[in-house]
T-cell receptor, first 112, second 117 residues
Framework: GENVEQHPSTLSVQEGDSAVIKCTYS??????FPWYKQELGKRPQLIID?????GEKKDQRIAVTLNKTAKHFSLHITETQPEDSAVYFC????????????FGAGTRLFVK | DTEVTQTPKHLVMGMTNKKSLKCEQH?????MYWYKQKAKKPPELMFV???????INESVPSRFSPECPNSSLLNLHLHALQPEDSALYLC????????????????FGEGSWLTVV
């Protein structure tokens, strides 16, 4: 089955710096890659996503890139702010008569 | 409105109890999910319902029994749980659509915090 690896597990940056989180997936049939942000005690919430026919997507300070050949995708946060501190999960999914979304282990981001 | 509602928010149950978690969505989504999340871990898929039929069971122990009464409701029946089953149980839904570049945005509920004593 699908396996999603996420790095780093912890990331600490100074306010205003950029943060990059990287994920790799194993199933070449996966075609949808969402990113979720989870604050302490709250639900995971979608912050950005990318589909397999797109190489890059940007939404204000957040961008995601996808390299299908290498099976890599990354989250980029620019001009980080204290409210960006949270756990970020990447995920990969494909449609198989009921979508199976598999999450990476998570990255705990601290913005100092 | 991207609202998935879960009840109860907190549940404490003994190992011999029977209880249920409930989930409701009114977004017209045709796929609904149960995820389990332990502290400092990612959500772990348990079950997927597609068009009210169970389509994925991730080898979940039979002490967890899902039910989908209709397209808006999803239940998780709990019986004879173990302390290690204590976790946050997240319900989610998504709008299924097919195609080469289909996507599947999952919307999570607030979760039910379960403690088994």
């Amino acid at each position: 089955g699908e396996n999603v690896e996420q790095h780093p597990s912890t990331l600490s940056v100074q306010e205003g710096d950029s943060a990059v989180i990287k994920c790799t997936y194993s199933d070449s049939a996966s075609n949808y890659f969402p990113w979720y942000k989870q604050e302490l005690g709250k639900r995971p919430q979608l912050i950005i996503d990318i589909r397999s026919n797109v190489g890059e997507k940007k939404d204000q300070r957040i961008a995601v890139t996808l390299n299908k050949t290498a099976k890599h995708f990354s989250l980029h946060i620019t001009e980080t702010q204290p409210e960006d501190s949270a756990v970020y999960f990447c995920a990969a999914s494909k449609g198989t008569g009921g979508f199976k979304t598999i999450f990476g282990a998570g990255t705990r981001l601290f913005v100092k | 409105d991207t609202e998935v509602t879960q009840t109860p928010k907190h549940l404490v149950m003994g190992m011999t109890n029977k209880k249920s978690l409930k989930c409701e969505q009114h977004m017209g989504h045709r796929a609904m999910y149960w995820y389990k999340q332990k502290a400092k871990k990612p959500p772990e898929l348990m079950f997927v319902y597609s068009y009210e039929k169970l389509s994925i069971n991730e080898s979940v122990p039979s002490r967890f029994s899902p039910e989908c009464p209709n397209s808006s409701l999803l239940n998780l029946h709990l019986h004879a749980l173990q302390p290690e089953d204590s976790a946050l149980y997240l319900c989610a839904s998504s709008q299924e659509f097919w195609g080469q570049f289909s996507g599947n945005t999952i919307y999570f509920g607030e979760g039910s915090w379960l403690t088994v004593v």
